[in-house]
């Protein structure tokens, strides 16, 4: 049904791919996408790229271009451990600061790598704490996937991904201009026969999966996928963004979770996450990241992580691998059974049993209004449409942090129902 036969405004008919295509020599795309954009932000329902006026604690204060300032419970942030701002973790970023500077001014396999880098690698190898292992560090976790996958698979390879893969992995198989196949969702029969029809006993095969999957919070059944790759002789990447620090008994990650993680070849992590920092890296066995430090155009071409996060990533990192670490993993799991306990049954929660909680709402018309009244009536949180999610099943993506309180969850919780009951998708029962 479109937006017009629902009585929704025009601006409502709106997905990401609309204006994604060239629309001739004088980019009309551009003009539409603005005159879109002047819409919403004229019907005052512009929620996006709104900034935040202070760091991201599980309640945060933003103020939109109309000068409209809300106080709101954050459940959009993917700051679990809540490091970003810990004390210890700013001193470390201030003490690096003082010592190296605002920018690492240059690309980290020339001149761009500074001791404090080297520390943080140490750091990372100390965590799985496996001999022979290395680590590359990248500025960002999205140039550690789009580096890694293009510079390891080359053309006349094959990269075999999830189709829910995220875009990152997506962008590096791309690049690296290897054959991509797809496999369904976590669907291991499926992967192990796409892979019965490759040319596996002499073509290079690299499997992408992931630690928890950032829109259903569902974990990647990476123990499968290392037995089926390894009846093929494929490799496999998990990319722990989301669970590093978060999953397994310390923190390793979905892959030690379910014990495999000397059978992974490639463990991708993020520093944007439960480090509450920025940057990314690969960890692997030494050979590789040597190889990756040269032949990642995202990390030769780019410069080396700035001094002052990277102190404040070694801070994380030594408060996540001691009691501060084990007590917040234990916080964040009971946070999110219990937000998860107030959603249950009224909402579409899908099958999450992780930290990352979605709220199915279906229809993508919904997606600006529902996120301009989430935001009017006290919560932030991130809404995801097509294509970023099969169409119809547009969702509320929570992430729960292991600093939440219970009233604050329960107030999120409240908030999420009352719009579910006003927008229609509250489940019958
Ligand atoms: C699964 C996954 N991999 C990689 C990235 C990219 O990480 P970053 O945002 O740190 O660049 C993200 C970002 O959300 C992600 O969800």
């Known amino acids: ?121 140490q750091k990372i190898i100390d965590l799985f704490g496996m001999p022979g292992y290395g680590v590359s560090l990248f500025s960002s976790g999205y140039g550690a996937n789009l580096g890694v996958v293009s510079a390891y698979a080359h053309k006349g390879d094959i990269v075999v991904l999830d189709r829910l893969s995220h875009a990152s ?77 978060i999953a397994g008994e310390n923190g390793r990650g979905v892959s030690e979770e379910q014990g495999v993680l000397d059978q992974v070849d490639m463990i991708i992590a993020t520093f944007s996450k439960s480090f509450g920092g920025v940057g990314g890296c690969l960890y692997a066995r030494e050979e590789i990241t040597n190889y990756v430090n040269w032949y990642a155009r995202a990390r030769m071409f780019s410069c080396a992580l700035d001094p002052a996060v990277t102190g404040g990533l070694i801070k994380a990192l030594e408060l996540a691998m001691g009691p501060d670490g084990q007590a917040k993993r234990k916080r964040i799991q009971d946070n999110a059974d219990f937000l998860r306990n107030k959603l249950r049954g009224k909402v579409d929660i899908g099958d999450s049993h992780s930290w990352i909680i979605p709220v199915i709402y279906g229809d993508e018309h919904l997606t600006i209004p529902l996120s301009d009244h989430l935001q009017r009536n006290g919560v932030d949180a991130s809404l995801m449409s097509f294509p970023a999610v099969p169409k119809n099943q547009s969702r509320i993506r929570l992430f729960v942090t292991s600093e939440h309180t219970e009233p604050q969850l329960e107030r999120g919780a409240a908030v999420i129902l009352e719009a579910a009951d006003r927008f229609g998708f509250l489940q019958e029962n």
């Open 169 to 245: 992995l997506v962008d590096g198989a791309l690049l690296s201009q290897a054959t991509i196949k797809l496999f369904k969702h976590n669907d291991v029969d499926h992967l192990d026969r796409v892979l019965s029809r490759l040319d596996y006993n002499s073509t290079r095969i690299l499997i992408c999966t992931e630690g928890i999957y950032s829109a259903d919070g569902d974990a990647g059944r990476i123990k499968d996928i290392v037995q089926v790759a390894r009846k093929y002789g494929a490799k496999v990447l998990a990319d722990e963004a989301h669970s590093l620090l």
């Open 1 to 121: 049904m479109s937006s017009k036969e629902r009585e929704l405004p025009p601006y409502t008919d709106y997905t990401f791919d609309m204006f994604i295509s060239s629309a001739g020599k004088e980019h009309a795309e551009i003009t539409q996408f603005n005159q879109w954009r002047r819409e919403v932000l004229d019907a005052h329902m512009y929620t996006f790229q709104i900034p935040h006026l202070g760091a991201q604690r599980p309640e945060v204060s933003v103020e939109r271009v109309t000068g409209e300032k809300f106080d709101l419970v954050s459940l959009a942030s993917y700051n679990y451990l809540g490091y970003s701002y810990h004390p210890e973790v700013l001193a470390a970023a201030k003490a690096a600061l003082d010592t190296y500077g605002l920018g690492a001014t240059g690309s980290p396999v020339l001149n761009g790598t500074f001791l404090i880098h080297e520390e943080l690698e």
